[in-house]
């Protein structure tokens, strides 16, 4: 699925099962998912940039009909960035996915949520820290605040 997301990052897309362009790298996988939903299996990928000064968060992730996975990564300026896989689904336009990420040689993990507005338009809800366990998380109580541009290529 990452390799599908990464490879289709030029421009968004959306593809039915049934046609030749389709690229299949984990058939097993993507047959289950067609058995599951018993409808055409439709994938779309997109990629995404957002930049706050100099720090910057690039999204790409692939839609399979409702599930999603991908990469998130964020790079602040002369500090230890953080770079992971996003997994989670899409119900209507909202995303909701857990990141698992490394930082400073260490892995975690954080629910994030995004508004898939449209094939250009991506929002997420900021990050905030807890007081009590000194993590960030996701602002579940604000808006979808933070703006994406989209995005051909990865960027730094």
Same mark, same amino acid.
């Given at each position: 699925?990452?390799?599908?997301?990464?490879?289709?990052?030029?421009?968004? $897309?959306?593809?039915?099962?049934?046609?030749?362009?389709?690229?299949?790298?984990?058939?097993?996988?993507?047959?289950?998912?067609?058995?599951?939903?018993?409808?055409?299996?439709?994938?779309?990928?997109?990629? +995404?940039?957002?930049?706050?000064?100099?720090?910057?968060?690039?999204?790409? +992730?692939?839609?399979?009909?409702?599930?999603?996975?991908?990469?998130?990564? %964020? +790079?602040?300026?002369?500090?230890?960035?953080?770079?992971?896989?996003?997994?989670?689904?899409?119900?209507?336009?909202?995303?909701?996915?857990? %990141?698992?990420?490394?930082?400073?040689?260490?892995?975690?993990?954080?629910?994030?949520?995004?508004?898939?507005?449209?094939?250009?338009?991506?929002? $997420?809800?900021?990050?905030?820290?807890?007081?009590?366990?000194?993590?960030?998380?996701?602002?579940?109580?604000?808006?979808?605040?933070?703006?994406?541009?989209?995005?051909?290529?990865?960027?730094?």
């Amino acid at each position: 699925m990452i390799v599908l997301c990464l490879a289709a990052c030029s421009s968004p $897309q959306k593809k039915a099962d049934n046609t030749d362009t389709v690229t299949r790298p984990d058939t097993a996988k993507q047959d289950t998912l067609k058995a599951k939903n018993s409808k055409p299996l439709v994938i779309s990928s997109y990629c +995404f940039l957002h930049r706050q000064g100099k720090d910057s968060t690039r999204v790409e +992730f692939t839609v399979v009909n409702n599930y999603v996975q991908g990469l998130m990564d %964020w +790079f602040p300026y002369e500090k230890d960035g953080r770079s992971g896989v996003i997994e989670g689904t899409l119900k209507n336009d909202t995303l909701h996915a857990v %990141w698992s990420y490394a930082q400073e040689r260490t892995k975690d993990t954080m629910k994030v949520e995004f508004l898939l507005k449209s094939p250009t338009d991506l929002r $997420q809800k900021p990050l905030i820290a807890n007081m009590k366990n000194g993590r960030q998380q996701t602002d579940v109580k604000a808006g979808y605040t933070v703006l994406y541009k989209p995005s051909s290529r990865s960027h730094r």
